[in-house]
């Protein structure tokens, strides 16, 4: 299975990055698909989410209204809209795939709930 997330690099505060995420080596419609972020020093955190029909998504707090996840099964790939980009935001980004065992499985957002992730891209936000 490989994850190759791309799109990072420099933006500025209150601009806009879009970040993919192309999947192989899965069925990539029987999966959530998540994004998680690591800061310098910091914990990796949860993003956001989406289920498999893309009708399903939970978003983190902090990038609700801001961000947006979607996905295209036709092309084994999720992607990442982030909108109003701050500071805060800097950090390397990771898509990541879990396994949808349920119809009724609440959407994953702990990186133990995902078995697989990809080498991650990073995102710099200037003020």
């Known amino acids: 299975v490989q994850l190759q997330a791309s799109g990072g690099g420099l933006g500025q505060a209150g601009g806009s990055l879009s970040l993919s995420c192309s999947a192989s080596?899965?069925?990539?419609?029987?999966?959530?698909m998540g994004w998680f972020r690591q800061a310098p020093g910091k914990e990796r955190e949860f993003v956001t989410a989406i289920g498999s029909s893309g009708v399903k998504k939970y978003n983190e707090n902090s990038v609700k209204g801001r961000f947006a996840i979607s996905r295209d099964n036709a092309k084994n790939t999720a992607y990442l809209q982030m909108n109003s980009l701050k500071p805060e935001d800097t950090a390397v980004y990771y898509c990541?795939?879990?396994?949808?065992?349920?119809?009724?499985?609440?959407?994953?957002?702990?990186?133990?709930?995902?078995?697989?992730w990809g080498q991650g891209t990073l995102v710099t936000v200037s003020s």
């Open positions: 080596g899965l069925v990539f419609s029987s999966n959530f």
């Open positions: 990541e795939a879990g396994r949808i065992r349920s119809i009724i499985a609440a959407i994953p957002t702990t990186p133990t709930e995902y078995e697989y």
